[in-house]
């Protein structure tokens, strides 16, 4: 969400979002916490598969290999929480106050640009991300089976579960510890 900030303030959107004043991230995270998730998971679909018509990332990302990441991330964060809020996870600050954010798991294209997210699976309450991870990844695979060559991870997905659900897939990982 940060990053799309930057973009608008930096005019990258202009051709996109037409306002003179550009949305900032805990507006774009509100907007999009308030939306039909399956209906921004279609739409995020065709753009992914207008992107793979168009050979995009016809030479690759990297090197000539399509590289994808995936991380967790909390798209959204309130002090004051709607219902639906009071499912997501929740921290005191050192001001004492409490706070909830949505944690999720994204993959999206590192290296040359357009970097697309691929897809997003929120972190159901008692899930490890490892674990949507491991849902992302399987969905990313239903929906394009040839969507990367190699996934990046942090030290966290240093784990067999994960490791051998990406070579299931015939894919490579790289994991940075």
């Not at 940060?2 to 949305?23: H, I």
């Not at 798209?75 to 709607?82: A, E």
């Not at 009071?86 to 954010?101: C, D, I, M, P, V």
């Amino acid at each position: 969400m940060y990053q799309l900030e930057r973009m608008g303030k930096n005019g990258e959107l202009d051709g996109a979002v037409r306002f003179r004043k550009k949305p900032s991230a805990d507006t774009i995270g509100y907007a999009l916490c308030h939306r039909d998730l399956r209906a921004l998971m279609a739409y995020n679909a065709e753009i992914i598969q207008k992107a793979r018509r168009n050979k995009v990332h016809s030479n690759g990302t990297i090197c000539g290999w399509r590289v994808c990441a995936v991380d967790g991330t909390e798209p959204h964060q309130t002090k004051r929480p709607c219902k639906k809020a009071l499912a997501w996870a929740k921290r005191r600050r050192s001001n004492g106050e409490e706070e909830y954010y949505e944690r999720a798991v994204a993959i999206s294209y590192i290296g040359q640009e357009p970097r697309l997210v691929i897809t997003m699976m929120r972190i159901m309450p008692g899930e490890s991300e490892v674990e949507a991870a491991l849902r992302a990844i399987h969905h990313a695979y239903q929906q394009n089976w040839r969507y990367c060559d190699i996934i990046c991870a942090d030290a966290l997905y240093a784990q067999a579960p994960f490791i051998n659900a990406v070579v299931d897939q015939n894919k490579d990982v790289v994991v940075k510890v």
